[in-house]
């Protein structure tokens, strides 16, 4: 879930135009619910455990008949689940990395496609868990060493992917049905990264490389591509989103391949929300970029949802 520095941030983002309570997903979410009454839920619950953990509040919410902002708990549970969302993605044309699911009692052998290098991650996770910079591998030993973590660590499927050589972008999408629309796209700096390490944004990179002390130049925003490429990345982000049926707003990732065709590699629907410009967290940025500070971007959101539900 979010730090309270993040929680109370979107309370005072709130507070002018609203009375704001924060809930906790606990065990008192239902009573707690019931007694605030809220005309609209401002989600951002991540879940505790379980492969559609970040389905479970808003569940709740419209069994409870309660409004929120964001995606429903059918496309939150389909986007944390890898390979579910990128199934759907490639039934709707859209291009996405090639990649198996490797079952916690079984095994994986390349067999030229995909073919190493290769990345593998849990099945089930965001915020980079799991993806760490030894998670892109090159032999077979480093694969089956990867395979095996994820399988002891987490306790869940492996997904292991086609690594995508190209540059990487973050789209941050805003809206519904034809008003959808992209933020100033975000590029992952790979260059800023420790000397030696991969080329992906990983879980050290997020969480350890990048300490405010000595904060990693990792996101260029607006991102120095031509127009367009710029144009196709949007497009294909877009896409995504309509596929998956994502509401009011999203972070999707997207990689190049070695031809420089965007790849969807995540979409997420409950995006970090780190309110410190000196943080590098990609949507505050991105908005930023587009003229919003932090409290627009939040009563952006709530604004969006409230026209969705014609509050």
């Given amino acids: 879930g979010d730090d309270p520095t993040t929680i109370d941030a979107v309370v005072s983002a709130l507070m002018p135009q609203n009375d ?96 190493l290098p290769l990345v593998v991650k849990p099945l089930h996770e965001g915020s980079s868990k799991g993806v760490r910079d030894n998670s892109l591998v090159r032999t077979e030993e480093e694969l089956d060493e990867q395979i095996t973590f994820v399988h002891q660590f987490y306790h869940q499927p492996a997904l292991v992917e086609e690594y995508l050589p190209g540059r990487e972008f973050t789209a941050a999408i805003m809206g519904n049905g034809a008003e959808a629309r992209v933020l100033p796209l975000i590029e992952i700096n790979h260059a800023a990264l420790p000397s030696g390490a991969n080329p992906i944004y990983s879980w050290e990179a997020k969480w350890l490389w990048d300490a405010p002390e000595r904060p990693l130049d990792i996101f260029i925003c607006p991102a120095p591509a031509a127009e367009t490429l710029k144009a196709q990345i949007e497009k294909t982000a877009l896409a995504a989103y309509a596929a998956l049926g994502c509401r009011d707003w999203c972070r999707v990732d997207l990689r190049l391949n070695s031809e420089g065709v965007p790849h969807v590699l995540e979409l997420n629907p409950l995006p970090g929300i780190l309110p410190d410009p000196a943080d590098n967290s990609c949507f505050p940025k991105a908005a930023r970029a587009a003229g919003m500070d932090y409290n627009s971007l939040i009563r952006t959101v709530v604004e969006i949802a409230r026209k969705r539900y014609s509050l």
């Fill in 20 to 115: 704001v309570v924060a809930i906790a997903d606990n065990d008192a979410l239902c009573r707690n619910l019931s007694a605030a009454k809220p005309e609209l839920v401002f989600n951002m619950a991540e879940g505790i455990e379980g492969e559609a953990r970040e389905a479970r509040v808003p569940a709740l919410l419209e069994y409870m008949g309660i409004p929120y902002t964001g995606s429903s708990p059918a496309t939150l549970a389909m986007t944390l689940n890898k390979a579910t969302a990128k199934e759907i993605l490639r039934y709707h044309g859209i291009s996405v990395p090639k990649s198996v699911i490797v079952p916690r009692n079984g095994n994986f052998i390349p067999s030229g496609d995909p073919a």
